[in-house]
Every structure is written in structure tokens, then in C-alpha cells.
């Protein structure tokens, strides 16, 4: 398997694109450079080809965007039918309102809804709605936001973020009642409001309403990021899943099958307050995205779309860890099947780089693709077929990795003379030779 066509884009986007890349987590160091691809031609169902013609199943999924499929064809055609009449103009196209009509029939808190265009924006919104309508300014978060300045402030990355922004958020960890208790009581009476995600765990029982009922005593509202949760776990998303209701909801990636769309949800009270906020964007009615986003939920509640997400990704998931534990690999994936997250539990952060670019490298080999310690996902064109190659593939990976693990042969195994790691900014591997 050669990457030439891929290397060769690269060298040239390192010139001109700061990073190489518009998605920091799609730099090639955080895969296996030279030894997996760069660039895509071409993307159908749950399968690339790569631009130097090589196939893979894929399991990156553009990191949540993908639900039902690349190339979806009730998506396709609904786009290409909102394109004979135009993509945006100066007066609103009907599919904002088809749009807003199905998202609120569909989202519990959903009473109304606006459109933006990526998951920042929506959780920015969100913040800025919560502070209005509250008289209210620290937020108490956890997870990933996106770039906004209101979120890079709280994040390792604040670099060029004003420092004064520091005091309007404090993170917290989830799953983790006492800790969010204890802040709550820190800041009586600033607390606009909670927000939180659902990321590699499932929240224990009684959690997600625990938040809530704290939230709510303490006069903030809670906010859930569903941007990676919303469509996939449920029509619904979490809030569905889990029977708890935020005041507010955003989402993005699933809710149009990959198209650029995000939404800012919740109570017609709350949401009522945007009418007089600064939040407005030239292609929030675009309309291709909306027309996608119409389809794929209407797909979503017609077929066992969500049903089909949790029973083949707890096979890929269930697979995964009784293969490694078969080789005795220390390797372990965790959370909603529909977005199982994966990781090596190794102590040293070098061999865990190492170890991963191994994997990466070797399943890439075997025609699977998948991201270094995020999630990897399945979608409704993943079919039974598909996971037992996908684990059939891993099955003698582990193997392979099983002795080399804590040996100097593990760095000769690897295809780049040095290993990027997901911490790092800048490109830092080097192919050994073309793999
Ligand atoms: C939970 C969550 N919220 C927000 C975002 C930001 O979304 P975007 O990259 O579309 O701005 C992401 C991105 O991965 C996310 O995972």
C-alpha cells in the first residue's frame, strides 16, 4: 500500500495552509504518517478510497458528522433537489421552516430552534443565550466547546484568548456530583449556567438529573452539548436516551449526515431572549444543509437507524476488548456503542504514541481506518460484514503488537522514524520510506 499522491498534497499544504489542515485532529502526525492516508476521492456508505486508490472501511467517520452513510442517497437526492432552486438568497427558503418544524417534533427541549453553521457557534450561542437570560456571567463546563474565545479559555490551548475571559468559566469533571455541588455553593448566584456533554462514559445513574435539579437550585440553566450525541444515540439524542430534559440543547455533526449545519435548541422562553442578542450569520438559512438535515431525521424516524448504531457498535466495542483481552493487550474501549471511545492504559504517554501508531498503521494495512484515542464510529452503512472484518483485522493486530510491547522492536515496527502525539502542534513525523 502506497501513499504518494497523499505525501505529496501534504508537503504542499504544509506550505500553504497554517497546520496543514482546517481540523487540528485530521493532521496526519495524530495518524500514522506515510504509513496511512491523507487525502480522500472519494467516500460511499462506510467505505474510502484514498487518493492513491487505495479501499477502507472507515471507522473516523469525519469524527461524527456521518450517521447514516457517505453519500446517503435520500440525502443526496434532497440535496440535489434544493439546488435546482438555489442554495441561499435574500429571502428565506422554506426548507428553514421544514427544518425547525421536524428538529422541535424530534428534540425533547426543543420548543424553538435556531441555525448555525458549526458546533462552536451553536455552544457559543448557547453561552450567550444562558448570560441573557440570566443577568448571569460564569459557566461552569465540561468537555470540549469548540474554538470560540468563550470556550478556547478554559482549554490547555488559550493561547490568543484575552485572559480576562478566564473568569467567566471554570471546568468541572463528570460523572462527579459533590465537585459541581461545591462550585455551585463557590459562585452562589453567578452560575448562568451548567453545560456538559456525554464523553466516554455513560453518566451514572441519576446523574444527568442530579446536574439538573443542582443547576436549577442554584438559578442556572443547563445546557447539554449534543453535538456529537444529537441523531446518534437516540432521534432525540441524549436527552432522549437518558429522560432528562436540558433548558437548552446544541447540535451539529450528525443532524444533517455531513453537511455544515449546527442548532441551538431548548425552552421557547430561553430561547425567546436571542431575538434581542447579537446572534445572526449570512448562511445560517442555507439551505442545502437545512434540506439534508430534514432528510436525515426524517430517515432517522422512519428507520431503525439509532437502534442499528447501538447493536453494531457494541459488537465492534464487545469485539474489540475480548480480542485484547484474548492477546492480553492493554487496550480497552468504553461508552455508547454508537460512539465507542477507544485507548491503550499504558503509563508511559511515548509508548502509548508508539503503541497507537502501530495499531493505526497495521489496521490501515488491513484496510480499516481508525483515530488515534477518540471515537470511532459506526453508522447505519456499517453492516455485520463489515465489524467482522473490522475485528477479524484486530484480532491479528493485538496479536502482532502482544511482543513488542515493552521492547526497543516496537519503535523498528513502526513505518515513521518519530511519532506525533495528539498533544502535539506541529508536524513532527517523518516517513522512514514509503510503506
Ligand atoms: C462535544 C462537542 N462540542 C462542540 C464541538 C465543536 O464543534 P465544531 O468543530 O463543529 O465547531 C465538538 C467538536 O468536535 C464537540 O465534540
Known sequence: MRFDRSLELYEEARRLIPGGSQTNSKRPQHYAYGAYPIYAKHAQGCRIEDVDGNRFIDLTMAFGPIVLGYGYPRVQEAIRRQLEHGTIAGLMFEAEVEAARIFTETVPCAEMVRFLKGGGEATAAAARIARAFTGRELILNSGYRGWPDVWAAAHPLSKGVPSVLKET????????????????NEHKSQVAAVILEIPAVEPHDGYLQAVRDLAHKHGALLIMDEVVTGFRLAPGGAQERYGVIPDLACFAKAMANGMPVSAVAGRADVMKVAEDLLITVTYGGEALSLAA??????????????????????ELRDGLNASAQRHGVPFESTGPAPMPLMRFDLADKSEADRVWTFFLQEMAAR????????????TYSHTREDIRIVLGAADQVFG??????????LARALKTTEVGSVAAGAVRSFVKEPA
Open 169 to 184: 468559566i471554570r471546568n468541572f469533571p463528570f460523572n462527579d456530583i459533590p465537585r459541581l455541588d461545591r462550585l455551585l
Open 293 to 314: 438535515c430534514v432528510a436525515t431525521v426524517s430517515e432517522l424516524r422512519e428507520r431503525p437507524v439509532n437502534e442499528h448504531l447501538w447493536s453494531v457498535g457494541a
Open 367 to 378: 484496510g480499516v481506518l481508525m483515530r488515534r484515542g477518540g471515537w470511532n464510529l459506526v
Open 400 to 409: 502482532a503488537l502482544k511482543p513488542l510491547l515493552g521492547s526497543p522492536q
